[in-house]
């Protein structure tokens, strides 16, 4: 369109005794857990992990929501922290990131980065259900047992793997031709574990929620909701977080051993899971598979084609005063990119382009204006913004009925459009929203996005229209 993230106060008592008081105070029995032999330096585990996450960051709809990911940070850290000294490494960094994904997953590269699906965190019935996953999670990078997979593993190279990673991210995720190709991959070594690493996970994921003020029980009642919901999005965890057996069990037994040093419960898991609620629908492992969580295009310029990646809409919103007398809140991973008479126009990273003419055009986002001097009649008004924009969007074609709908708190029309936009040539699905304001003139939102990404849009869109607030 054309216009805009102890003491030792028993060392005298009789052996037999010192036997009963262990018996008495299991936390003396907890499992002892050893690491396999790797032949990478916990250096190593970093660069290939932070090659990996860039990779997932650009491919994966993360969410972007501060508060989200604070307080999946904040947990997270807790969690970090705990980890036994014998498996800590300084080098390691632990980072926590939401993907805007509806399937429950998690998953982390070595070295510390780690990743949760919206889902995953929708799915918890508790703030120790999320961090569960979160410890199990934490295990596998402190066990290293994505390089020590690797290790076992044939013809490693360092270097190789982020480009095969995704693969086996979104194709775990599609269960599709994709996902069984990426098992060659060696991305596959970092995302998917033999039931001994599973086992070593759990035991030293509970541990690590015990020191850190989490009930480890609460690990096991996760995996049984995962394993409950199964039937619609569990199999993606439980694909690569296959069960070593009788799971449940095995983590309640561990469980009695350790002793949940104070209690790390933020407080605050309800009302962060009533914003996800709140958010636009989360993208399937189908449709981030398909690319309609992004949108890749390559746009010809005078320097050559080059390729454009546009973040998805996040699920998060923001609110902006394009006006003193108007509010809008639009997708929180959008900025303000263009303000002039012709209106503020909100776009993704990649969706706003300036031409050498001067001219600028949208390709992805929306644009907020108030035209002057109309005639106080909604539907001519509209009618004689439409032929403005059409002068300068020539492929500007009707796609449909308007429809009336609420804007603002006044009766607005939404006219759906279609064009072809000027900078990629292909065909653009767009949205124009009109509503009177009481000096006569008319605010105007345009909704534009590439016509395949359409239905994903256009929730975007009505969450924005819904936003509008008019104090004029
Ligand atoms: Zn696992």
Redesign the pocket.
């Known amino acids: 369109m054309t216009a805009r993230m102890s003491t030792h106060r028993h060392a005298r008592l009789l052996p037999a005794l010192l036997l009963l008081a262990a018996l008495a105070n299991p936390a003396l029995a907890q499992t002892k857990i050893t690491p396999d032999a790797n032949k990478y330096s916990p250096a190593q585990d970093v660069e290939l992990g932070q090659e990996a996450a860039a990779e997932a960051k650009k491919q994966l709809p993360m969410l972007n929501d501060d508060r989200v990911d604070d307080y999946v940070e904040d947990v997270g850290a807790r969690l970090a922290a705990a980890i036994p000294a014998e498996f800590r490494h300084p080098e390691f960094r632990f980072t926590f990131d939401v993907v805007n994904q509806k399937e429950i997953n998690a998953f982390a590269l070595p070295g510390g980065p780690m990743f949760l699906n919206r889902g995953m965190m929708e799915a918890a019935k508790t703030e120790a259900e999320m961090a569960g996953v979160m410890a199990?999670?934490i295990?596998?990078v402190a066990l290293r047992?994505g390089t020590a997979q690797a290790t076992k593993g044939q013809k490693f190279q360092v270097g190789a793997i982020a480009g095969q990673i995704l693969g086996a991210i979104v194709g775990g995720a599609a269960g599709s031709v994709i996902a069984q190709g990426s098992q060659f991959g060696l991305g596959a070594y970092f995302l998917k574990?033999g039931r001994e690493?599973?086992r070593q996970?759990?035991l030293l994921g509970a541990q690590i929620m015990a020191r850190a003020g989490y009930d480890p029980r609460e690990m096991a009642n996760m995996f049984r909701t995962i394993q409950e919901q199964g039937g619609r999005s569990g199999p993606e965890w439980l694909s690569?977080?296959?069960d070593p057996g009788n799971r449940y069990n095995a983590i309640i037994n561990e469980s009695k051993s350790l002793r949940v040093q104070g209690n790390a419960n933020t407080g605050q898991f309800a009302s962060i899971k009533t914003r996800l609620t709140g958010m636009s629908p989360a993208y399937t492992a189908e449709q981030i598979a398909k690319g309609q969580a992004r949108t890749n295009r390559t746009v010809g310029t005078s320097g050559g084609a080059r390729t454009v990646n546009v973040p998805a809409p996040s699920g998060s919103y923001r609110t902006f005063q394009p006006a003193n007398f108007l509010r809008v809140s639009v997708p929180s991973n959008w900025e303000e990119v263009e303000s002039n008479n012709g209106g503020v126009t909100y776009a993704p990273d990649g969706g706003f382009f300036q031409g050498d003419n001067g001219g600028t055009a949208f390709t992805h986002g929306v644009q907020v204006g108030v035209a002057q001097g109309g005639s106080g009649n909604l539907q001519r008004d509209t009618q004689q913004l439409l032929n403005g924009f059409a002068r300068s969007n020539p492929d500007l074609q009707s796609a449909g009925n308007a429809r009336r709908e609420n804007i603002g708190g006044r009766n607005g029309l939404t006219t759906p459009l279609s064009n072809v936009s000027e900078v990629t040539g292909e065909r653009e699905y767009i949205t124009l929203s009109t509503a009177q304001l009481r000096d006569g003139s008319l605010l105007y939102i345009i909704g534009v996005a590439p016509q395949p990404q359409a239905n994903q849009y256009e929730s975007a869109f009505r969450r924005i229209r819904q936003s509008v607030q008019i104090a004029d």
Do not use: F, K, L
């Open positions: 199990h999670e295990a596998h047992h574990y690493y599973e996970a759990d690569s977080h296959p």
